[in-house]
């Protein structure tokens, strides 16, 4: 429903949740302005240039569940058949490592789960049984718990065995919630499940980035934005807001304005300083962070990994810090040679210096496709960042979109929500805070 009369509404902030909010309030008939301290937008999850080459400042996976961001990006002209790769769920070592395969058949839903388990390679009968038993029993418990209590828990309680744990719940709990299992929130953990594994086969889907984070929606929204009578600011850095009467007033170095209302759309530790003498903040500054790095390698443009994405088995004590392996150039066919090796939760890789970590992940990759050229990378690339997203805890107390001021609200993946900090989680926050003006 349009707002009657429109408001001017400030957007701070042009991550994911920053542009749902823009992009719903302009939708409602607001009249919006945001304002964004970096020269490009996208937040976390943005576009970087790397010598000429434009990368991301680090590699996302997007599940076929995140409807709302789906949605937002064909409403601004992205097509996600086009702009990203949509593979089943999988969880594939390379041949020379683990070995374990297991990948979902394309059947409706449940039974790409069950030819996945018939068809994996590299679980024993009894891991194969124990899956299963966990799969029925969170289904029938309506994916919740009584009490929240660490993953680590909710699996021993559920007899999951120790290579059921290492091959596949502790990787897939770290991609999803960027936590380690022995501290991350079980609920958390079974509402992204609930989602995937416990929805249609389409949801349980990877969807993998063909083009730059930027060009997925931040971009297009922010044209879309402009084009529709929004205005948009980049590299104008909010320092403070003020009540004023009934409205607001935004202070940067160049300007200040007024508006009926505010959405601080910023990451956490910015929220903390603008809502300072205004809001309590206090929910937000008491939240914990986990890293988040990625490391790309560069080799012959005729290198090719067997498929898009393979699953690394971690092991710090022997040096084995990669998760995950990206090629790029199968992505999206710019970057012949190129892979992108992820860490979540990295609190031990960055604790390596960048030349030490990417030898690291050299030999790692080397080790585990059986490929002793792989040590020697071209050029390789690190990018950590330290405070990627909250620690997902059980119990986490999360602040809400409304402060307890009127008119300014709240938008990002660390808001309450049942997911953890996550592109979807962002724009659900976004949209529900807009929706609250």
């Known amino acids: 429903m349009p707002l009657n009369p429109p408001r001017r509404v400030a957007v701070i902030g042009a991550g994911w949740a920053g542009c749902a909010a823009a992009l719903e309030l302009s939708r409602r008939g607001a009249q919006v302005s945001v304002f964004e301290a970096a020269r490009t937008p996208g937040g976390r999850a943005r576009s970087v240039d790397l010598d000429g080459m434009a990368l991301d400042n680090g590699q996302h996976i997007l599940l076929g569940a995140y409807r709302d961001t789906l949605r937002l990006m064909r409403s601004v002209g992205v097509d996600p058949r086009q702009a990203l790769l949509r593979l089943p769920l999988q969880f594939c070592y390379p041949e020379g490592g683990a070995g374990m395969r297991f990948q979902a058949a394309r059947l409706p839903a449940p039974w790409h789960l069950l030819a996945a388990l018939l068809r994996s390679h590299g679980l024993a009968w009894q891991d194969r049984l124990a899956l299963a038993r966990f799969s029925t029993t969170a289904r029938w418990m309506g994916w919740r718990l009584d009490e929240d209590c660490s993953v680590a828990e909710l699996l021993q309680r559920y007899d999951q065995s120790e290579r059921l744990i290492r091959l596949l719940w502790r990787p897939l709990c770290v991609a999803a919630l960027n936590t380690p299992i022995e501290r991350a929130s079980a609920q958390v953990f079974l509402a992204v499940l609930r989602d995937s594994l416990g929805a249609r086969r389409a949801a349980s889907d990877m969807l993998v980035p063909r083009r730059p984070l930027g060009e997925l929606l931040p971009v297009p929204a922010l044209a879309w934005l402009t084009a529709h009578g929004g205005s948009v600011r980049l ?94 150039g199968a992505l999206d066919g710019a970057h012949a040679g190129l892979l992108a090796v992820v860490i979540s939760a990295a609190g031990n890789a960055v604790a390596q210096s960048r030349e030490v970590l990417a030898a690291a992940l050299a030999d790692q990759l080397a080790e585990a496709l059986r490929q002793p050229a792989l040590r020697t990378p071209r050029w390789s690339r690190v990018i950590s960042d330290k405070r990627a997203g909250f620690s997902c805890r059980p119990g986490l107390s999360r602040p809400d979109n409304r402060t307890d001021a009127a008119g300014l609200l709240l938008a990002g993946d660390y808001t309450a929500g049942d997911y953890p900090a996550t592109i979807e989680g962002a724009v659900r926050s976004g949209l529900a805070a807009a929706r609250m003006v």
């Open 235 to 328: 590299g104008c850095a909010i320092r403070n807001i003020a009540r004023t009467g009934e409205r607001w007033q935004l202070n940067s170095t160049d300007t200040s304005e007024e508006f009926d209302a505010v959405v601080v759309a910023t990451g956490p530790s910015a929220a903390v300083g603008l809502l300072e003498g205004v809001a309590d903040n206090r929910r937000i500054a008491a939240l914990d962070y986990e890293p988040i790095t990625t490391c790309y390698l560069q080799y012959a443009p005729e290198l090719r990994l067997p498929r898009p994405l393979l699953a690394l088995e971690e092991d710090v004590e022997a040096g084995h810090f990669g998760q995950f392996v990206f090629d790029r």
